[in-house]
């Protein structure tokens, strides 16, 4: 069986308690590898080494800093194939997916930030003539980052990339649940000369590896995306030892679908917005308000092409929805859709697990979902499921639906479908979500904050955002008399 390893020091070491996980395939519902059970041991060494790299990671030129960050975009370019294979396999999205998404967006990360140093600048400005401002940002030391199973080598170099642009070095934990990808990452950068101890990757379970990073004295901040309750704790630990915190947890995200929309898009894109990744994604709208006027019309048609939506083997190009991420994902899933039913909710197609034939017949599949009559305010309309559910609730009014969709403990990102440019505008500015796309959803300009409020998170990533979150702004001033 294949065993993982930990990437420590620019080597591949086995964990310091010699004791392994078991890593499942979640399409064919099968142990396929191994990866290290790590704890506070090997958490320790990664920081020595992290701590020992620091000097001469973060006084490298720019320049040489971002030749070797290209560098190895290159070799996910390059082993684009292989990486969007293992992704497919680890985590049971379709190959497709991770080929058209997951890898590509992973390079795009690295390019980004490894561009985006270069033209990092701080400020300065005179005081009148009493005195020279000036501002420098400067790397931080050792940066905690913890990502999660959903789109894992994407999110897992969303954080990392910016972190080592920035000078910093790394102690990182990918999810338990997917591995693979952070795994043969960690072969990429020894293969690009990544200089030993720059980033460090320790594989484990969270409550004993990542809570190791994150109640590590010598890791002054921690970049987190998760689930909410997680993200509780985390922040419970490292607040009382200032840590600077950046935390990107749930989501339950408003497609709020007005009369005046243009109803073609609307309603091929929120079949995307609900059940992209098995709707496994933080920003999928798993809430589908829409406006009375087109209500019927538009669920008819949303259950009819959510029926010919192929459940199926990953590998398969027809697939468009493939395995939840786990056994206990899909019983989480299960849980809810019975939920939704006790609630009074009823289900207009899917709500069961699927028997995928041949490789994947003990895959952990679900059809994707679709339930109406439930009210705003349920449970079911109130928590994260994060697998491919939805819920469809009209509305009469704007102001009735902006109540709505602000009505949850979150506030992530919304979608809004509607062709009344003053109504864009004013419903954007009402809805309470670090996100909001008009006419549109996942469209991603890495420059943009990406981020949350209320329990969806604290802090921002993207463009300049996640550099300022990765160094420490020191403000000088010089009198002149
Ligand atoms: O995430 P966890 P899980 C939501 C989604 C999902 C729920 C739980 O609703 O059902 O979160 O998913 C590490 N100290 N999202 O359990 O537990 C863990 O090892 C330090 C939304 O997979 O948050 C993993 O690497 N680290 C989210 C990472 O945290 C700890 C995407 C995420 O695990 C830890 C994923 C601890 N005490 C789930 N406990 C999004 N916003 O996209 C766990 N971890």
Redesign the pocket.
């Known amino acids: 069986m294949f065993k993982i390893k930990n990437y420590i020091n620019g080597q591949l070491v086995e964990p310091e308690s010699g004791e392994y996980l078991d890593n499942y395939n979640p399409a064919e519902g099968k142990v396929y590898s191994l990866i290290p059970d790590s704890d506070d041991r090997d958490v320790q060494k990664a920081v020595v080494a992290a701590n020992a790299a620091f000097d001469g990671w973060s006084s490298m030129p720019v320049l040489k800093r971002s030749a070797i960050l290209l560098k190895i975009a290159d070799f996910i370019d390059r082993d684009h194939e292989k990486l969007a294979r293992a992704e497919s396999d680890d985590n049971g999205k379709p190959l497709s997916l991770a080929s058209r998404v997951d890898i590509p967006r992973a390079s795009s990360n690295m390019r980004f930030y490894a561009t985006a140093i270069q033209h990092f600048a701080s400020e300065s400005h005179m005081s009148d003539d009493q005195a020279l401002n000036y501002t420098t940002r400067t790397p931080v030391g050792v940066a905690g980052c913890?990502?999660?199973?959903?789109?894992p080598l994407y999110?897992f170099t969303w954080k990392v990339a910016p972190a080592l642009a920035a000078g910093n070095t790394v102690v990182a934990?990918?999810?338990?649940?997917t591995p693979m990808t952070a795994y043969l990452f960690s072969e990429l950068c020894i293969e690009a000369g990544l200089p030993e101890g720059v980033l460090n990757i320790v594989h484990?379970?969270?409550?004993k590896?990542?809570?190791a990073?994150?109640e590590h004295p010598d890791i002054p901040l921690i970049s987190?995306?998760?689930?909410?309750?997680?993200?509780k704790?985390?922040a419970a630990?490292a607040a009382p030892m200032f840590k600077k915190m950046s935390l990107?947890?749930?989501?339950k995200n408003p497609n709020i679908i007005f009369d005046d929309c243009d109803f073609d898009q609307a309603l091929k894109v929120s079949i995307h917005s609900s059940f992209a990744n098995q709707g496994?994604?933080?920003?999928c709208g798993s809430r589908i308000f829409v406006q009375e006027g087109i209500y019927d019309r538009f669920v008819s048609q949303f259950v009819e092409r959510v029926k010919t939506l192929k459940v199926g083997d990953p590998h398969d190009e027809t697939s468009k929805v493939g395995a939840v991420?786990s056994k206990q994902?899909k019983d989480?899933i299960l849980s809810y859709i019975k939920l939704a039913q006790d609630e009074g909710g009823e289900i207009l197609c899917g709500g069961h697990q699927v028997k995928v034939e041949g490789r994947c017949e003990e895959g952990y599949f679900i059809a994707p979902t679709v339930i109406v009559g439930l009210d705003a305010t349920c449970r079911t309309n109130q928590e994260?499921?994060?697998g491919p559910v939805v819920t469809i609730i009209p509305f009469k009014a704007e102001d009735e639906v902006i109540a709505l969709a602000n009505s949850t403990a979150y506030g992530?990102s919304a979608t809004i479908w509607t062709d009344n440019l003053k109504r864009a505008h004013r419903v954007s500015h009402q809805i309470k979500s670090g996100i909001v796309w008009v006419n549109t959803w996942l469209f991603r300009d890495l420059r943009t904050p990406f981020g949350g409020m209320k329990q969806?998170?604290v802090g921002r990533e993207g463009g300049e955002e996640a550099l300022r979150f990765f160094t420490e702004s020191k403000n000088i001033c010089i009198a002149l008399k």
């Open positions: 913890i990502s999660p199973w959903n789109l999110l934990k990918p999810s338990e649940i484990g379970l969270g409550a590896a990542g809570q990073i994150v987190f995306t998760g689930g909410t309750t997680t993200g704790h985390i630990t990107e947890l749930g989501g496994q994604i933080c920003l991420v994902h989480k994260e499921i994060f992530l969806s998170g």
